[in-house]
């Protein structure tokens, strides 16, 4: 596709319930980063992916977070045993290396009540 | 932990006016990025500042880096309800972008 992405736009689970979130980027970016942006706030960094590494997870915020590149393009967030606190709209983004344009898709809305 | 701050958090102005949105912090920043961010989307960029003191003109939005890279300004003239949305600020930091606290911009007709 043209743009970034992301699956599916809307998700309402329950706690304690595990929850995967997919991101399609842009074909040919071989960086894809992951974002958590809670109601009214800036996005705050999750994870990196260049290619299929994962060079930086310091974002994600407990071990119930992993994130996956497998094949190099595809990413999924998955986010294990939800908490009400995980709510929030999740961005994937993607870039050509060193580029300094990301370019976001338009997120996935998680709500866990 | 957000790095950069931005100031006012909330701003709601009648059209034609003119605004200034700030971005501070600490650190210091290879390059400055602006987003907007409008309701149901992932931020959009704007403008990318890398010499500390470069300014840069964008029609009506003025954006401009500190001299020592750890801050920037965004000046918005004679604002338009279609400036309405969340403004972002970004910095640079080893391959990822550390974003601003946000400024919620209400422009009213």
């Known amino acids: 596709g043209a743009g970034v992405s992301q699956s599916p736009r809307y998700k309402v689970a329950k706690r304690g319930q595990d929850v995967a979130l997919r991101c399609d980027p842009i074909?040919?970016?071989?960086?894809l980063f992951w974002y958590q942006q809670a109601l009214g706030q800036g996005p705050e960094f999750l994870t990196y992916?260049?290619?299929?590494?994962?060079?930086?997870k310091s974002g994600l915020p407990s071990d119930r977070f992993f994130a996956e590149r497998p094949e190099g393009s595809v990413s999924t967030l998955k986010i294990q045993r939800t908490q009400q606190e995980d709510s929030a709209v999740y961005l994937c983004?993607?870039?050509?290396?060193?580029?300094?344009?990301?370019?976001f898709g338009e997120g996935s809305w998680l709500t866990v009540v | 932990t957000q790095l950069l701050e931005q100031s006012p958090q909330f701003l709601s102005i009648q059209e034609g006016e003119n605004l200034t949105v700030y971005c501070n912090s600490s650190?210091?920043?290879?390059?400055l990025q602006w987003y907007r961010q409008e309701p149901g989307e992932g931020p959009v960029l704007l403008v990318t500042?890398?010499?500390?003191?470069e300014v840069k003109k964008l029609k009506r939005l003025t954006f401009q880096f500190g001299d020592a890279r750890k801050d920037s300004s965004l000046h918005i003239t004679a604002a338009q309800p279609g400036d309405t949305g969340l403004y972002l600020c970004?910095?640079?930091?080893?391959?990822?972008?550390?974003f601003g606290t946000g400024t919620r911009l209400q422009v009213f007709p």
């Open positions: 983004a993607s870039s050509f290396p060193g580029g300094n344009t990301i370019y």
């Open positions: 074909s040919g970016h071989v960086s």
């Open positions: 992916f260049q290619n299929e590494a994962q060079l930086d």
């Open positions: 650190s210091v920043f290879s390059s």
């Open positions: 500042v890398v010499t500390g003191g």
């Open positions: 970004a910095g640079e930091n080893t391959d990822k972008l550390i």
